[in-house]
């Protein structure tokens, strides 16, 4: 399975400790060279920083070959990158959050799943306790609707 991420998903995954979940999930993790320079960039955390500067070796860093003007004036670059290059490599999922981005992406034929899907994913699996990783993710700057995020949790609560 190759799947190509954007930004915001690693820094999250990054943030709250639970980045190991990718490589356990998909075969390929790849990112557009955009992407590991808006992971480096000086505004990026600290930790986000340091991991990027010596990636791990589940994560391949690629250059994209198509021009990528496609929504420029809608998406940033990574967002725009990372959509141009799952087209590119014919993923078979991307890892978007922004709305926008997930619009276009999916308008494009795009599969999409975003923060709050790996950890259902990895919830279900038993990789994770659900409901630890949500209260860590809440203290980061993500955000999702009160009620998206209690649909999830009710899921896990039920027996």
Do not use: H
Not at 16 to 23: F, S, T, Y
Not at 70 to 85: N, S, T
Not at 139 to 152: G, N, V
Request: hydrophobic share 50%.
């Amino acid at each position: 399975m190759i799947v190509i991420s954007d930004t915001s998903t690693l820094c999250y995954l990054l943030l709250i400790n639970l980045i190991d979940l990718l490589p356990e999930l998909y075969d390929r993790v790849i990112i557009p060279e955009t992407i590991r320079d808006e992971l480096a960039a000086s505004k990026s955390p600290s930790i986000v920083q340091a991991w990027i500067a010596q990636p791990p070796s589940w994560l391949e860093i690629k250059a994209i070959t198509t021009a990528t003007n496609l929504f420029a004036d809608e998406l940033d670059p990574g967002e725009r990158d990372a959509i141009a290059l799952a087209e590119e490599l014919q993923a078979d999922l991307i890892l978007l959050d922004d709305r926008a981005a997930r619009n276009i992406a999916s308008k494009r034929g795009l599969a999409i799943v975003g923060v709050l899907g790996i950890l259902v994913k990895a919830g279900q699996q038993g990789k994770i306790d659900f409901p630890s990783a949500i209260a860590r993710l809440k203290q980061t700057s993500f955000r999702a609707s009160a009620s998206l995020i209690q649909a999830l949790l009710d899921q896990f609560t039920q027996t």
